[in-house]
């Protein structure tokens, strides 16, 4: 086949060729008979052929097509493009401003007609294809260039390439002839930089002119000021020289008129002055030399003058400028040394009279001491010679009585033993107003009075009905243990007495180097106008003061005590919703500190300064002991519950709002940690919280996330635990 068609010849003369081969084979066809059918395998073949021609002349046909139709295309492009780049050039010509553009690698484009046309020079090397740092240099070296003081082009040039790296840069170029050309260059979306000059020389002008029309304006301002001043003031430059001066700063002087002269030195001044002033000690012109030659003294001077014949003292004051020169002030301070020493005259008169009614004073206090001694001696003694007969009354009592069932015996016990109180109570306060009781300060076991308080008051709490708690604390503070215990016990008695129903909670907070006592009850509370009230002796709140129910001596000791020994005594309290009674201990030097966790090793440092009040909800006893140990250990108050109707009968005896909440998930059938969570959110409010669990299920991890908490897995991370309560914030009780 391909010895009867050549590829090489046009498309129409193979056709052509090959219509006659397939003639003359078809008239073979027809004319001759072959036996084995070979004839019409050569037509078969004939037909094939004719079909694969036709195919490729349809091929060359539409190849042909698109190439007249990219050919096309392609002029229209080209049209287009340059249509575009002469636009671009007319639109670049048009612009008012000197425009250049060059490319990514920093190769001069296009630039325009107006392009430094305020530089001849450069403009006349200017061509595509030059390169920044070439058009620098030039610019650099051109005599129209004004270069800044003290550079030198290469100066110029580098610093210019410094801004050239830079996306985006504004600056202007101060040129020769009082010329100045603005010059802003952005880098473009391809990393091109283009340049744009604006001639802004009448600008500059204009602002100059205004600058200095506003600084003789300013100038007149300042020297009318000046006059209008009620001191003297006198300016001078950097060398000494006298630049400006007001007229009272003359007048006061009384300086010859040719002193008043631009340029007179300072020490011609001060020579003046001195003819005719005094300084009013005698290391005042020390200072004065020696600040003058300091410079670089940033404080002010101050110095006295006093007219020979003491008729004029002027207070001087002298600042330096920010030039290195300095502003000299005078003010008259006649009248006011006057008065300063009639003052005097009269404050030694009264100093007198006041010495002379001291002494009256010294002497009426001693009497009244001597008396206020006699009264608390005789207190003593009489209050110790009744409690002699008032304790064999009560033995007589006893044994008169001794099974108990004389009502009217119990009655007369009873009452004996109010008065009993009462007259200790009478002790206490005497000791307290008599300097001459010793208090004996030492290191305490904090916890050994709370132990024996929490024995002695649970039965009579438990009498009323009272929830009572008292929290264990391994703090050692430095007081007296005989007063302490006084204190503290008059404020649990008190709160019990007062406490119909809820409870009484006592415990103890670490504050960095002391340790708070805290009594909170559940009580009526107390009103801001009945607070000084209720620490004045044989005063009670809404009740009458009898020897059955309480004389109202128990705070007024409580306030005695707590003033004799140091101790800080606070109050908080809400009508109807309860008190608390703080009482502040210095915290002894031997303290052992919080406890650490054991498993805990690097000994997280305490957070007893935050006064954190945490509430941990746990049915697991020894768990909840051990957290209980640990928080403690880190400085924490907690208040511990082993389910939901323990948790909220706590919150609703003891009246406190937690600053943050541990809760276990697994409580009860009823009640889990979440519910819990949601129930103490609708009385507080939001407050952090973690819930505590073993469940490490994505279902108890969605549920959390839907209310805003988040899970603590057992067993706890310690750290993560005190990484939480650190950054808690205490509620304000």
Known sequence: MDNLVDPAEPLDVQIARLKKISAVLMRRVETQTDRDGAAYSQFERAVVLEDQVRRRTGELERALRLLNESNAKLSAANAQIESARRDLASAIEAVQEGFALFGVDDVLLLFNGRFCWQMPDVRAALHPGMRFADYIRVVSRSPMLRLPSGHTPEDWAATRMRRHRRDHVIFNLALTDDRWMQVSEHRTANSGTAIVQTDVSDLMRAEREQRERLLD?????????????????????????????????????????????????????????????????????????????????????????????????????????????????????????????????????????????????????????????????????????????????????SAADAAGTNANVQKAGEALTNVERIIEAL???????????????????????????????????????????????????????????????????????????????????????????????????????????????????????????????????????CARLGHGLDLVSRPGRGSVFRVTVPLAATDPGPRQDDGDPRHLPSLAGAGLLVLLVDNDHELRRAMVALLEGWGITVLDAEGPDDAIALIDEMDFVPDAMLIDYQLNDDVDGLDLAAMLRKR??????????????????????????????????????????????????
């Open 427 to 561: 002790l206490d306060i005497s000791r307290l107003d008599t300097e001459e009781e010793q208090i004996q300060q030492g290191d305490l076991a904090l916890n050994d009075i709370l132990a024996s308080l929490a024995s002695s008051f649970a039965p009579v709490a438990a009498a009323k009905g009272l929830r009572f708690r008292v929290r264990p604390t391994g703090a050692h503070v430095i007081s007296d243990g005989l007063y302490l215990q006084r204190i503290v016990q008059n404020l649990i008695s008190n709160a019990i007495r007062y406490t119909d129903r809820g409870g009484v909670f006592v415990g103890a907070r670490r504050r960095a180097d002391r340790v708070s006592i805290e009594i909170r009850d559940s009580g009526p509370g107390i009103r801001d106008e009945d607070r000084a009230v209720i620490f004045q002796e044989f005063r009670r709140l809404h009740r009458r003061a009898s020897a059955s129910e309480g004389m109202g001596l128990g705070l007024a000791i409580v306030e005695r005590a």
């Open 684 to 733: 507080f409010g939001w407050r952090p919280a973690r819930i505590i669990s073993a469940d490490r299920s994505p279902a108890l991890r969605e549920r959390c996330a839907r209310m805003g908490l988040f899970p603590m897995p057992k067993p706890l991370d310690t750290e993560a635990l005190y990484h939480f309560l650190s950054n808690v914030n205490p509620a304000i009780a």
């Open 217 to 397: 304006n300013q100038g007149r301002i300042i020297r009318a000021t000046l006059d209008h001043l009620a001191q003297g003031v006198a300016i001078f430059d950097a060398q000494g020289l006298l630049a400006g001066w007001n007229r009272r700063f003359r007048i006061l002087t009384a300086l010859p008129p040719q002193t008043f002269t631009l340029g007179t030195r300072f020490q011609r001044v001060t020579d003046l002055l001195l003819q005719s002033f005094r300084l009013a000690d005698g290391e005042s012109a020390a200072r004065i030399a020696g600040w003058m030659q300091d410079r670089a003294a940033p404080e002010a001077l101050f110095f006295e003058l006093v007219q020979q014949g003491g008729t004029l003292t002027l207070d001087g004051f002298a600042q330096r400028l920010p030039d290195d020169g300095f502003v000299v002030s005078l003010t008259d301070v006649t009248a006011e040394r006057d008065a300063l020493r009639r003052l005097a005259r009269a404050n030694e008169e009264l100093e007198a009279r006041v010495a002379a009614r001291t002494d009256e004073l010294r002497d009426a206090l001693a009497r009244a001491e001597r008396s206020n001694a006699s009264k608390s001696r005789f207190v003593a003694a009489a209050s110790h010679d009744l409690l002699q007969p008032l304790s064999a009354a009560k033995l007589y009592l």
